[in-house]
């Protein structure tokens, strides 16, 4: 069924690997997760800090940091495709 599907598609749709720009996509998704992250984050860290649970909230500072440091370091997201991309042997233009 699923193979009957995409053979049903036209060829407008369906975009070839040359054809793809992600130019922009690390971008996107910043601007997108970003100040979604950064709300979640301060919501658990005052729910921790209300409870009294030092520990946790201590190990989630942390955590949130690293996941951070991930969204808003330049081109940290492009190097790490990169690097998995060469990995798997995929050839970069």
Sequence with gaps: MLLHTM???SDQILASP???QTDNLADWLRQ??????LVIVSI?????L?????????????????IGI???VPNIIETTA????RALGVELS
């Design 7 to 9: 053979a049903s598609i």
């Design 18 to 20: 040359d054809d793809l």
């Design 32 to 37: 997108i997760f970003g100040p979604l992250f």
């Design 44 to 48: 658990v860290a005052i729910f921790f």
């Design 50 to 66: 209300f409870t009294r649970e030092i520990t946790r909230f201590v190990q989630f500072i942390v955590l949130a940091i690293g």
């Design 70 to 72: 991930i969204f808003y």
């Design 82 to 85: 990169k690097a998995i991309a």
